[in-house]
């Protein structure tokens, strides 16, 4: 079965620094995500990406943030300088082979933990 | 603001017995909602979703129960194993918020053998 893929599965960084996370959808897949959890709370929505641009993005996905599809199969999370707030699981997600389906996979995660 | 929220953090059941998982939401404007499933260290799982046209969906011992006049969705988990045993999400879409969901608090459900 098709899975979403993520790398790394943990990244440690310094406070400033700056962190790529990477992804690789579903590959017939047309929309991609990007939400992130903090330690014991909900997953909350980033970024949404098609047809290589965002298509909605939420309050936390400030300037600090981008996204990139720099091929035809991955497609990355950049913090520029990170801060000790943006420790949190970050979860890629994928969806619709075009025909309308909502549902969305998810990838394993990446742990990131800035010191 | 609106949100969607779970009435129960914990829930632990006997090994066999039915688990029901319940969610509240509040965006009248939703139209479609998921149950996810999160073991320890993985992302989120698909579970089963439901329309906003629809009050049930069943799906491999798992049914959707979704009453939009008290905006409320529950999980049904028939037969409960340990394999079940994990926090489980409700997630809602609003059409005007294009494809973002929006996720609850979430519920850990504890299967006793």
């Known amino acids: 079965e098709p899975e979403v893929t993520q790398t790394p599965s943990h990244q440690v960084t310094q406070m400033g620094q700056e962190v790529i996370l990477r992804c690789v959808p579903i590959?017939?897949?047309?929309?991609f995500y990007w939400y992130r959890q903090i330690l014991g709370q909900k997953v909350e929505f980033l970024v949404s990406?098609?047809?290589?641009?965002?298509?909605?993005k939420s309050e936390i996905f400030d300037d600090q943030f981008s996204v990139e599809r720099p091929d035809g199969s991955n497609f990355t999370l950049k913090i520029r300088s990170t801060k000790l707030e943006d420790s949190a699981m970050y979860f890629c997600?994928?969806?619709?082979?075009?025909?309308?389906?909502?549902?969305?996979?998810f990838g394993p995660g990446t742990r990131l933990t800035v010191t | 603001g609106e949100s969607v929220g779970l009435h129960l953090p914990t829930l632990s059941v006997q090994e066999g017995d039915n688990s029901i998982i319940n969610c509240a939401y509040s965006?009248?404007?939703?139209?479609?909602f998921i149950w996810y499933k999160q073991e320890s260290g993985k992302g989120p799982q698909f579970i089963i979703d439901?329309?906003?046209?629809?009050d049930k969906r069943q799906g491999q011992r798992v049914t959707v129960l979704l009453n939009k006049t008290v905006k409320h969705l529950s999980l049904q988990i028939a037969a409960t194993q340990p394999g079940d045993s994990a926090v489980y999400f409700c997630?809602?879409?609003?059409?005007?918020?294009?494809?973002?969901?929006?996720f609850g608090g979430g519920t850990r459900l504890m299967v006793k053998p």
């Open positions: 965006n009248s404007a939703s139209d479609y």
């Open positions: 997600a994928s969806s619709d082979t075009g025909t309308g389906e909502d549902e969305q996979y």
């Open positions: 590959s017939n897949h047309l929309y």
């Open positions: 990406f098609y047809n290589n641009e965002i298509s909605e």
């Open positions: 997630a809602e879409k609003v059409p005007v918020a294009g494809n973002m969901l929006t």
């Open positions: 439901i329309r906003s046209n629809m």
